[in-house]
């Protein structure tokens, strides 16, 4: 390997970019052109970078920000680091994905991929770990006993053909550039940076080669964006370089100002995303399921309405058709078929046999009246007293009318007419 920002010396020194020139640039706020962000994304993939010098970057970037063609020129070198995913013919307007951007229990596309997958879509999704204080979908997953987030594509394929849909890392065919930033995001505090957020998220999505995407936004307190105002520029960035990049691409708002279901963490997130796929599970998360699923299934014309494609989803996971394809799908990558159907078909009790059940459990009780209001799961150790103190802390009584939790989704945004690519005569 050549040194850490070396490039090709048969390249004229005139003709080539520099970092520490591509770092000023973008620390002064100037606009960056294609071959700068075409030579930063190829150097983080080859190793060619100092951590300090991506650092610095993605710092600058945060700072100043990027212009629409920057965002769209950064996606598009990101989501081609890698290979792009290629699919049979017959799968044309099929693949369809969709992509959270994060909060406190949202475990939507464990119940949502095998949906759409019973109802003739397929999902490649390539799925994220935990970033900052939210979870991944990877982490819930892998808390099941010998499922594989790590295919090639090859077998990606294979599993789309048996199953439907899968959930899988990213790899170094796929997506390496993001692979390396979006660690490297998680510890600069540059998470909340839309230009980056935004060729993170479509990067991935553009490698998948999908027909459709739809984007769940989310906003509120337990949000990586939590005002509408900061969630609707990062959802207008995202639907436009979407659309443009050929996917088509829809953003729907939904709260995260409190957790999303009655349960945290992941073995728990994995149990209630099970009992969605039997059909029950809590209302806001049976919500956003059908309503992203139906989203999707409007979007790549799997339905003449997004009411109907909710209603669709909503009796794939009624008739056990989703819950067979998320069984189809534990097999595929690498679950036992007998623990998948201990899984998939047995009671909470055989379900926490599979996962492992804590071996501590607190429950911690409201003051008024001597109820529990919270259960603490945890592996070895009893909670401590600082967090029994911060945690009831948090259990505010007051004397009014009983809460009644609302519709978890706000409001849907559009792709603009003028950012939809025009088809070209046959």
Known sequence: ???????????????????LDIIQKKRDGKK???????YFVKAVTQGELRDAQ??????????????????????REM????????????????????????????????????ALAACGCKVPMISGRGLGHTGGTLDKLESIPGFRVSQSPEQMKKILQKAGCCIVEQSQELVPADKILYALRDVTATVDSVPLATGSILSKKVAENLSAL????????????????SAQQLAESLVSVGTQ??????????????????????????????ECLDGGGPTDLRELVTTLGGTLLWQCGRAPSVSQGSARIAKALDDGSALGAFRAMLQAQGVDANTAKAL??????????VLGS??????????????????IHCVSLELSDANRSTLQSALIIKDTEPFVPGPKVVKTLLPKVSEVPRKTGT
């Not at 960056?32 to 075409?38: A, H, V, Y």
């Open 79 to 114: 989501a081609t680091s890698g290979r792009v995913l290629k699919w049979p013919e017959k799968w044309r307007g099929l693949l369809v994905d969709k992509h959270s951007t994060g909060g406190v229990g949202d475990k939507v596309s464990l119940p949502l991929a095998p």
């Open 245 to 274: 990049l050929g996917i088509n691409t829809v953003a729907i708002f939904s709260k995260m100002d409190s957790p999303l279901g009655r349960r945290v963490g992941n073995s728990l997130e994995v149990l209630e995303s099970l």
């Open 358 to 375: 804590p071996r501590v459990q607190t429950a911690l009780v409201a003051h008024c009246d001597g109820m529990p209001w919270i259960w």
């Open 214 to 229: 739809v984007l769940d936004v989310k906003i509120g307190n337990g949000a990586v964006f939590p005002t509408l105002e």
């Open 344 to 353: 998939c078909h047995g009671t909470e009790e055989q379900r926490l046999q």
């Open 1 to 19: 390997m050549q040194p850490y920002g070396a490039m090709d010396p048969n390249v004229s020194s005139s003709s080539r970019p520099s970092m």
């Open 54 to 75: 991506i650092g610095a970057m993605l710092m600058a970037t945060w700072l100043k920000g990027m212009e629409p063609e920057e965002t769209l020129a950064l996606t």
């Open 32 to 38: 960056l052109q294609e071959e700068e962000i075409g």
